[in-house]
């Protein structure tokens, strides 16, 4: 039985979040997470969705991380 590694060549996470300040701080923990496997921001997308009855806001990102070269 043979072990291969392979380099992570692109990664795309998903953040979700009642308030923007801790929508932030997650994705700050996960860029300096990924920093250590050599991995940087290509890309974030990022949407708020109010809840129709409720008010309540959700805040979303989609964050796209690439191989530093």
């Known amino acids: 039985m043979g072990l291969q590694?392979?380099?992570?060549q692109d990664k795309v996470e998903?953040?979700?979040e009642t308030s923007i300040e801790k929508l932030e701080s997650k994705i700050n923990e996960q860029i300096?997470?990924?920093?250590?496997?050599?991995?940087?921001?290509?890309?974030?997308?990022?949407?708020?969705?109010?809840?129709p009855e409720t008010g309540a806001r959700l805040y979303?990102?989609?964050v796209h991380f690439k191989f530093k070269k």
């Open 60 to 62: 979303t990102a989609v």
């Open 32 to 51: 300096e997470n990924n920093r250590a496997i050599f991995l940087e921001v290509h890309h974030v997308g990022h949407q708020t969705i109010v809840h």
């Open 5 to 8: 590694l392979q380099m992570i």
């Open 14 to 16: 998903l953040f979700e």
